[in-house]
């Protein structure tokens, strides 16, 4: 009996690797989304246990540095390895080299802010300012929708350009937004008004760096693509650093001289790269969720067919734990949403967070659209929406990014 069961069992594992072997490759979805091939399972293995051993060794360098008192511990003091992470990164020789902040808030009531500056090359940079106080419509930086801009010399090595300000105060702690000049409406393009705002954004949350995406999730993701010299090459040639922060926005805005108090919960990005190519990302969305008791979501995917078509990106800040974890998976698929810039305005998806499903509605209120790249390569929609995050009442925004294949039109 055991003998015709053994026999049993090896003639179907001999007809399963046969059937593997010769079965065809499935087609990327509408020709973009690469899907699960014949070698998934054997690949998204080896991945994961790189992954999870990279992971570890990183915890591990870090911990060791501060038992032997080379670095703060991360928590009440900042780590060493965090305060290099803070400072303007120098873009050397390379051509598509970028270092850029970004800051994305919105309050309850209304109040919104997204701003950003990206470094680039010869003083060239990538600019912008949205802001919306309570009660009063949008208003735009005033060469938007373009976001490609010149440095002056005084804004030369900083985050500065066209009256926007960006410094660091405290690494990993507080840093300041400053804006100085005009700023138009969106009611009516050819009227400006006289825009002052100074704001201090701080945060008790530690960051979440982009080299802490699941390895389960990143596991699965990059094994559905197909392996070879050059993929493995450009996954080396377009990694950058990358890491975003939970905090809170404080100041003032005078708009015509009329002074309005801002407080909103804000997420601050800073991400560089030897290489940023906007022809070579396809698409992402991101949302940033805020919820009445506190908690911060960012949740979305990127598709970068070079390295990786289809990406499950984002986190979860618990405030009350001030703790900040990866998203495990998630049923957000690009394809299913806004593939060609029809963008919806009430939808759905849920992603998990290791435990825990959570159920996630979409009802957008309010959009604007810009660019970003010398020659339009970008296009972007900034939207404001209200969440439902499964009984949680929230607010915030999301980030749609299209590559502009019609670029200047």
């Known amino acids: 009996m055991l003998v015709l069961i053994v026999s049993a069992v090896f003639s179907a594992t001999i007809l399963l690797i046969f059937k593997i072997l010769n079965s065809k ?3 990327p979805i509408i020709g973009m ?14 991945m994961y246990l790189i992954l999870v051993t990279k992971k570890w060794i990183k915890i591990l360098k870090r911990r060791l540095s501060v038992e032997l008192g080379k670095s703060g511990d991360g928590n009440i003091h900042v780590h060493n390895d965090d305060v290099a992470l803070e400072n303007v990164q120098p873009l050397g020789d390379y051509t598509m080299a970028v270092d850029g902040v970004y800051f994305n808030g919105a309050s309850k009531g209304g109040s919104a802010l997204t701003c950003g500056v ?11 300012m ?34 926007i300000r960006i410094e660091k105060l405290v690494p990993m702690r507080s840093w300041r937004i400053q804006y100085n000049g005009d700023m138009r409406l969106t009611s ?15 945060t008790a949350f530690a960051p979440f760096n982009y080299e802490e995406i699941s390895p389960l999730s990143m596991a699965k993701d990059v094994a559905r693509e197909p392996w070879s010299a050059d993929f493995f090459k450009n996954l080396k040639k377009n990694r950058q650093t990358h890491y975003e922060q939970i905090g809170e926005v404080v100041g003032t805005v005078n708009i015509d001289g009329t002074t309005h108090q801002l407080k909103m919960p804000c ?36 598709s970068q067919p070079l390295t990786v078509s289809h990406l499950t990106i984002g986190y979860y800040g618990r405030k009350s734990e001030q703790t900040v974890k990866p998203i495990r998976s998630s049923s957000f698929k690009l394809y299913e949403h806004g593939e060609n810039q029809t963008l919806p305005r009430d939808y759905g998806f849920s992603f998990n967070i290791g435990g825990q499903t959570c159920h996630v509605q979409v009802s957008v209120k309010d959009e604007t659209t810009f660019f970003m790249g010398k020659n339009r390569e970008a296009k972007f929609y900034e939207r404001w929406c209200s969440y439902k995050v499964n009984d949680m009442n929230g607010w915030g925004s999301s980030e749609w990014y299209y590559n502009n294949v019609n670029a200047g039109k």
């Open 267 to 302: 997420v601050r990005d800073h991400n560089s790269s030897e290489h940023r190519d906007w022809n070579n990302i396809h698409r992402y969305v991101y949302h940033f969720i805020h919820l009445e008791n506190g908690d911060c979501v960012a949740v979305g995917a990127a």
């Open 25 to 27: 490759p499935k087609p």
């Open 33 to 46: 989304y690469q899907q699960a091939g014949k070698f998934y399972w054997l690949k998204f293995t080896f």
């Open 188 to 202: 009516d393009p050819e009227k400006t008004v006289k825009v002052e705002l100074s704001l201090t954004w701080s």
């Open 118 to 128: 990206t470094r680039r090359q010869h003083g060239r940079c990538d600019a912008f």
């Open 130 to 163: 949205l802001l919306k106080v309570e009660g009063k419509e949008l208003m735009l930086s005033p060469k938007l929708p373009d976001s490609y801009l010149e440095q002056k010399d005084d804004e030369a090595g900083g985050y500065s350009a066209e009256g």
